[in-house]
């Protein structure tokens, strides 16, 4: 597709279990990030892929929380027993290498119950 | 660590010029940028200057940065009423990483 797309555009769900949100990145582009963005709040960075180097994780909040992107494009990220802190917009940005724009898709608004 | 700083309402008459404000801390900064965040509506990047310029100017908008105080303005001018929306700036460190404001909700009177 011409943008980011990412799904599902919303998800609920109880308190205790697992979700996978989902990431395309722009065709060509080597970076992935994924920022959350709770209500009322500046985006949080949480996860940085670039190419084929390791990625930053510096930004995930606890070991709940992973992030993988398979054949350097598509990427999920992995929340383990949801908590209703956990409960946010989702971003997912790409960019070319070296690239200063990142080209943001529609979110994954999150609710846990 | 790193920080910017906006502050979280503006309020403007239709018409009026819009005045954004934004501080940050990180002397290295390469790119600063303003997103707009549309209700329900995904992040989109309005504009961006590089570090070593002082002002850019794209029809409505005008971005200035004052490299020395740290402070970057976005002024739109002749505001409508779709400029409503949450106005994001954001800073590029020297590691690529992009650092957020908390957002300021431009509010249009009629």
């Known amino acids: 597709g011409a943008g980011v797309s990412q799904s599902p555009s919303n998800k609920v769900t109880e308190k205790g279990k697992d979700v996978e949100l989902r990431c395309d990145p722009i065709s060509g582009h080597t970076a992935l990030y994924w920022y959350r963005q709770s209500l009322g709040q500046g985006l949080e960075f949480l996860i940085y892929?670039?190419?084929?180097?390791?990625?930053?994780k510096s930004g995930l909040p606890s070991d709940r929380f992973s992030a993988e992107r398979t054949g350097g494009s598509v990427s999920t990220l992995t929340i383990q027993r949801t908590q209703q802190e956990d409960s946010a917009v989702y971003l997912c940005a790409s960019s070319q290498q070296g690239g200063n724009e990142q080209f943001f898709g529609p979110g994954t608004r999150l609710t846990v119950l | 660590g790193e920080d910017v700083e906006q502050s979280l309402f503006l309020s403007v008459r239709e018409g009026d010029s819009s005045v954004i404000n934004c501080t940050y801390t990180?002397?290295?900064?390469?790119?600063l940028y303003w997103y707009k965040q549309e209700p329900g509506a995904g992040l989109q990047l309005l504009t961006y200057?590089?570090?070593n310029m002082d002002m850019k100017q794209d029809q409505r908008l005008t971005v200035l940065l004052n490299k020395k105080d740290k402070h970057l303005s976005l002024r739109i001018a002749d505001t409508q009423t779709g400029d409503s929306a949450i106005y994001f700036c954001?800073?590029?460190?020297?590691?690529?990483?992009?650092?957020w404001g908390a957002g300021t909700k431009l509010i249009i009177k009629p």
């Open positions: 200057i590089f570090s």
């Open positions: 954001a800073e590029m460190d020297s590691n690529y990483q992009l650092i």
């Open positions: 892929f670039q190419g084929n180097s390791a990625p930053d």
């Open positions: 990180d002397s290295s900064s390469t790119y």
